[in-house]
């Protein structure tokens, strides 16, 4: 990873990801985030819940982290992303910061007063959720009514003037505008290096089969169930892959019933917890890449299995449309099936180098780049 400008002083910046982990997106933007720092001669600290496995770091991300990274780990029994997550991490996000100079949030998708720099992976005020009007709630669940307390807080004591917020997507942005009037900097989530080949033509090797893959967590939100409805839509010699982290088991258990039931066990395979070269392996043999989520936040792994060269097909929504033209996109399982098809047969070598092309923008290596830039234009300021 390349060093930018040197600092007149050196600051000690506290990374805050209590899920790093789970290794998935937003795991892997801290990742890169602190090493970049780190490598920057920058003093950084990642607060987690659990403690680091450098192997496990570099057997999904593909690197392990910088080895004058500290990490602070304070266990934790309670569901990522709950209610009682969110003041959990409230609390926590304001004891850790006073051991640092400065603090960098990647995992709330809130603003705190103590918080000087937010990666924003898609906002908790948002109008999905709550209406403009605060505090009306358009949706009467469990977490919008818990979070009613902050609605107050973010939009009545705190000044983002002196903040630095980064959105991952113009998709994100756009909503944190809704809610605050300003649209902060857009900086896309980068893409492991250890996915990109320095030689694109090396992706036309292989005999591509015509295999549809999927990379996400097994997850309730990842509509990941469309996937055997789409396959029993499509001639019987395509073959599916899902693979990711077995975050909810009940998601897992659900998909393998309903491959079995919908008589797919031959053609749907499930991959569980594997290895990123070993992920890279299944894309280089794929065609298409099926992405499944509605209003997907950005979709690192879209662009992975671009750089891979395979064709993606994604839902038309969220900030996977701001680089996947519209031919590419669908809205129910009957256009993805047929878009699918269509990719199928159309697949060439050619395609594979220009989606791999595509993919170059969000090379880790940028993400470093550009982050370092708003770092030190913002500490520049503040500091």
Not at 4 to 19: A, D
Request: proline share 6%; aromatic share 14%; glycine share 4%.
């Amino acid at each position: 990873m390349l060093k930018y400008r040197k600092r007149v002083h050196e600051l000690r910046v506290g990374v805050f990801c209590p899920t790093f982990n789970v290794y998935a997106g937003g795991e892997f933007v801290a990742a890169v985030i602190a090493n970049t720092l780190a490598q920057n001669s920058h003093d950084v600290t990642l607060f987690t819940n659990e403690k680091v496995n450098q192997w496990e770091v570099k057997k999904f991300f593909g690197k392990s982290l910088n080895p004058s990274i500290k990490a602070i780990v304070q266990p934790s029994y309670i569901q990522p992303r709950g209610l009682l997550d969110f003041y959990q991490s409230i609390f926590r996000s304001y004891i850790l910061k006073s051991k640092c100079d400065l603090w960098i949030d990647v995992y709330s998708c809130r603003i705190f007063p103590w918080t000087n720099i937010n990666y924003i992976h898609f906002p908790f005020l948002n109008h999905y959720i709550y209406k403009p009007r605060f505090p009306y709630i358009k949706s009467p669940h469990l977490l919008p009514i818990g979070g009613l307390p902050y609605t107050f807080f973010e939009k009545n004591l705190i000044n983002p003037n002196r903040k630095l917020i980064i959105a991952n997507s113009n998709y994100t942005a756009e909503e944190i505008k809704k809610n605050s009037g300003k649209k902060p900097p857009i900086l896309y989530p980068p893409v492991p290096s250890v996915m990109f080949d320095n030689n694109p033509e090396n992706l036309t090797k292989n005999q591509r089969k015509n295999l549809v893959v999927t990379i996400s967590r097994f997850d309730p939100s990842k509509g990941l169930e469309k996937i055997p409805y789409i396959a029993s839509l499509t001639d019987k010699n395509v073959q599916f892959a899902i693979i990711g982290r077995v975050h909810y088991k009940k998601t897992l258990f659900s998909l393998q019933k309903l491959t079995k039931e919908l008589g797919l066990i031959d053609r749907v395979h499930l991959f569980t917890d594997i290895s990123r070269l070993e992920m890279k392996k299944i894309l280089k043999n794929a065609k298409i890449y099926l992405h499944t989520r509605v209003g997907e936040h950005f979709g690192i792994s879209v662009v992975e299995a671009m750089a891979m060269g395979c064709v993606p097909i994604i839902h038309d929504s969220g900030g996977t449309k701001e680089f996947v033209p519209s031919n590419f996109r669908y809205r129910t399982i009957y256009e993805a099936a047929a878009k699918i098809t269509k990719e199928l047969s159309g697949w060439s070598t050619r395609k594979a180098i220009e989606w791999a092309k595509t993919a170059d923008k969000f090379k880790e290596e940028n993400f470093s780049k550009d982050f370092m830039q708003l770092f030190n234009q913002y500490t520049d300021q503040n500091f």
